[in-house]
């Protein structure tokens, strides 16, 4: 091959041929880019421009809602001392008060109060807000290290045998068991939950990086950049990561409801984010002992989890359908 | 195909060492010192010493993770500083209503999951499909301890159908079974909907091979077709991400357990954590790991023995 474009057969039996790359010049004096003109037959008949992801997306009416839902959250989460009605952390006599909806509930707390009489809309506001971050915080931390790792693994061939057998390693710890073995060390908080589903998010990370990464790297664009002399930092970054983020943000978004389960049912076991903040899973966890009573105490942060989870889900695999398709297993 | 299965067993050596070292790493990683933990809080110094000369904490840490080594391999993991027995015999205990939990767990929800995962894939696009489907993302988003609060109280509490406390006996007696029903009922609902899934997109998959287009050229009934030539070659790939899932599971049965006060190795843990049992929470996270472990590695090993291609 005289350039390093597939399929160039200047320097076939018949020389004369001209090169795939449509430089006329001899072998050997090619730059070895495909130049752009009009009159190249394969650009006319390149295909419309694609609608934008994110219009595709919008226009299921699934991950509207469940993007409207999320924000709503979100903003929840953000705004929660602006907009709380009241101390998440102060009680009141008023306890066990039901919500508005059920016989006896008042506006004055609109979801009722828990069995410390403590507001349960504010509790909610400030129990999202860990629970996000908790979530968010390990998702990041823990994506970005099994992205580099996985996207380093088909980077450089060398290192894959390596890479994987670590991430072997750490698939033989479950996200749960590393959270108990971490709380036990650290003793219960947030911080072991999250370094624990940070963890755990790290192998299942780097292998859904490496296996989009080797195929990316099977791409003419990647000979390309290299035959243009790109340095290795710029050819990963600029080439191979923009190319993989997709699928690995797909993979996350799924992830992030997984975590957001995990991080909740360690909270309710007391493991967790420690009393007197708010956290979903504990605030369920602080309504079983009224279960009897005041069921809304344990209901409404269990039916939140679900709906942030619900989701995420949902906008995570209507995410898959639009922006990468081969994800699809 | 020994020679997957060897290199199978090569690969859990040394994540089995990477368990190990945890579970060594948990007691020397405890803030403070180990042996003012293992004595309590008013222990007098001389205790302390007496209990440092004994656990070995002056050694090396590498002398010290040989010891640890051979105690473990000749089952001596301590003894509890709450109920005084030893760890190993607590753990005897337990292991077995946890294996109880995990197979009442799967005997109904991987058929129905499986099931339900053929009928969505037969009628693709359908509203069966759609709804069986939403069903299983409903369930893997379902928080586990919701469900198992809304067990207690609507089948245990309310209409006073089955228990929720403890566990009545081994699986075979009708107060063991009562006693499982509910625990078991919970842990699976969480596993249906991965097992739907994984089962749809596997039959949609084989469907599409041209052994099931020769079935049905041959003029074979669809119902055969669909259960001789597709589920059963579906099920090769979803006895792996079944086996995949047992974390997940293991998650599930840790929060089922502490819930419905099932003597298993979950609750063990979660309370031997709580209370500050060091040498408890060790030894039950030191069985959960193994467990998990050998499970993976019989998941893996059936793969080999199922898929003859794997073999080549």
């Known amino acids: ?38 009159a190249d037959p394969e650009m006319l008949d390149a295909p419309e421009p694609v609608e934008a992801w994110w219009r595709r997306l919008l226009r299921d009416p699934s991950a509207l809602l469940a993007s409207l839902v999320l924000l709503i959250v979100v903003f929840c989460a953000l705004a929660a001392p602006a907009i709380s009605p009241h101390d998440p952390f102060a009680s009141s006599r008023a306890i066990m008060q039901p919500p508005i909806w059920a016989e006896g509930g008042d506006w004055l707390h609109p979801l009722g109060t828990d069995g410390q009489g403590r507001d349960m809309l504010s509790r909610l506001f400030y129990g999202t807000r860990l629970t996000l971050i908790i979530g968010l915080v390990s998702v990041g931390i ?3 290290f099994g992205s580099l790792m996985g996207l380093l693994a088909a980077f450089r061939p060398g290192l894959d045998p390596w890479v994987m057998r670590c991430v072997d390693v750490m698939l033989s710890f479950p996200a749960i068991l590393l959270g108990l073995a971490l709380v036990a060390v650290m003793g219960p908080g947030a911080l072991p939950v999250i370094v624990a589903l940070a963890v755990a998010t790290v192998p299942d990370c780097a292998r859904i990086a490496r296996s989009v990464a080797v195929s990316v790297m099977q791409q003419d664009y990647i000979e390309a950049g290299r035959a243009l002399g790109l340095s290795n930092f710029a050819l990963f970054t600029r080439y191979l990561l923009r190319n993989c983020i997709s699928s690995i943000m797909i993979f996350l978004s799924l992830r992030f409801g997984q975590i957001i389960l995990i991080g909740a049912a360690l909270s309710f076991l007391g493991l967790g984010a420690r009393p007197p903040t708010a956290e979903l899973g504990m605030m369920a966890a602080q309504g079983r002992d009224f279960l009897l009573f005041a069921p809304h105490i344990a209901i409404i942060p269990s039916v939140l989890i679900f ?18 398709p081969r994800l699809r297993s | 195909m020994i020679e997957q299965i060897l290199k199978r067993l090569l690969i859990s050596i040394p994540v089995l060492f990477g368990v190990l070292f945890l579970g060594f790493g948990l007691l020397i990683l405890v803030p403070g010192d180990p042996a003012i933990v293992m004595a309590g809080p ?10 440092r000369a004994e656990m070995g904490l002056d050694d090396p840490v590498l002398v010290q993770f040989g010891n640890y080594l051979g105690r473990v391999l000749q089952g001596d993991l301590g003894r509890s500083l709450i109920s005084n027995k030893t760890v190993v015999s607590e753990l005897a205990a337990a292991i077995g209503p946890t294996a109880e939990l995990m197979f009442a767990c799967l005997i109904w ?3 129905l999951g499986i099931g339900l995962g053929t009928l969505a894939a037969v009628w693709r696009g359908s509203l069966v499909d759609r709804a069986i489907m939403a069903i299983s993302v409903a369930g893997v988003s379902l928080p586990i301890f919701f469900i198992c609060l809304m ?27 009562r006693h499982i029903a509910l625990p078991a009922l919970s842990l699976g609902a969480i596993f249906i909907g991965p097992v739907a899934r994984m089962t749809r997109s596997s039959v949609l998959e084989v469907l599409k091979l041209d052994h099931v287009r ?12 669909i259960l001789r030539h597709g589920l059963r070659n579906a099920l090769i790939p979803v006895v792996t991400l079944i086996g995949l899932q047992v974390g997940y599971l293991l998650g599930g049965a840790v929060v089922t357990e502490s819930i419905f006060s099932f003597p298993g190795v979950g609750r063990l843990a979660v309370g031997a954590i709580l209370s500050s049992d060091f040498p408890l929470a060790q030894g039950t996270i030191l069985v959960l790991a193994l467990g998990f472990i050998l499970i993976n590695m019989i998941v893996d ?5 199922l898929d003859p291609r794997v073999q080549a």
């Open chain 1, 1 to 38: 091959m005289c350039c390093s474009i597939r399929g160039c057969r200047h320097d076939g039996p018949d020389r004369s041929d001209v090169c795939a790359c449509g430089d006329t010049r001899p072998p050997g004096q090619h730059r070895g880019v495909r130049p752009v003109s009009v």
């Open chain 1, 142 to 144: 823990g994506g970005a």
């Open chain 1, 307 to 324: 709906v942030i989870v619900l989701a995420a889900n949902v906008l995570g695999d209507a995410l898959r359908d639009v922006l990468d």
């Open chain 2, 42 to 51: 008013t222990a007098t110094p001389e205790v302390v010493a007496a209990i």
């Open chain 2, 109 to 111: 929800s991987v058929p």
């Open chain 2, 151 to 177: 067990m207690i109280q609507y089948l245990g509490v309310e209409w006073r159908l089955l228990p929720f406390i403890g566990r009545g006996g081994p699986l075979w007696t009708i107060d063991g079974l």
């Open chain 2, 214 to 225: 020769t079935a049905r050229a041959k003029g074979l009934s669809e119902t055969r077709v």
């Open chain 2, 301 to 305: 090993i059936l793969y080999v023995l």
